[in-house]
């Protein structure tokens, strides 16, 4: 494979490295206050979101049908505000997160808010201060994102590795 990057294996093929991703939303009410979910399968408070499918399904693609499929809303925009590179562990593979905010939806969108029962146990929405309930790296992005001035449409996209600025 020409341009590829990696090693050859025995065989002289490339190995192209794989690098799981996935796709968070900031989902907010008219009054500014966040959207967050209570999953069934691990412990702690996050945002709608998830993986990225190997099938060619772009962040931002990845990021509507996660949401539709946890909360059964339908975000027609979304501004990447946040990249931050995973480093894989002993318990995981590590990977990219893209978080982008979604803006504000009306109380009706929060009225008709369908969990996917399998996955997600409850939701609440609380003001960004808030976010402690929110796990550890999901919870530096948002506060990363939202520290800056100005509004959200205004910021810069925001690059964290671990869930922190990287060193210098």
Not at 56 to 73: D, F, I, K, M, S
Not at 89 to 115: E, H, K, N, Q
Not at 153 to 167: D, F, M, S
């Amino acid at each position: 494979m020409s341009g590829s990057t990696g090693e050859p294996n025995a065989g002289g093929d490339y190995i192209v490295p794989r690098l799981p991703a996935s796709a968070g939303a900031l989902i907010f009410d008219r009054r500014g206050r966040l959207l967050i979910l209570k999953p069934t399968y691990k412990s702690g408070w996050t945002i709608p979101g998830g993986v990225i499918e190997a099938d060619g399904e772009t962040p931002w693609q990845a990021c509507q049908r996660e949401v539709r499929e946890e909360c059964g809303l339908d975000v027609g925009g979304g501004r990447l505000v946040c990249t931050d590179f995973r480093s894989p562990t002993a318990s995981s593979p590590g990977g990219i997160r893209f978080l982008f905010d979604c803006g504000a939806l009306p109380d009706s969108a929060f009225a008709a808010l369908a969990l996917q029962p399998d996955e997600i146990a409850e939701h609440r929405i609380l003001p960004v201060a808030d976010a402690p309930l929110l796990r550890g790296p999901i919870r530096r992005r948002v506060r990363a994102v939202r520290k800056r001035d100005g509004t959200p449409r205004q910021r810069p996209i925001v690059y964290l590795e671990n869930g922190r600025p990287p060193r210098r």
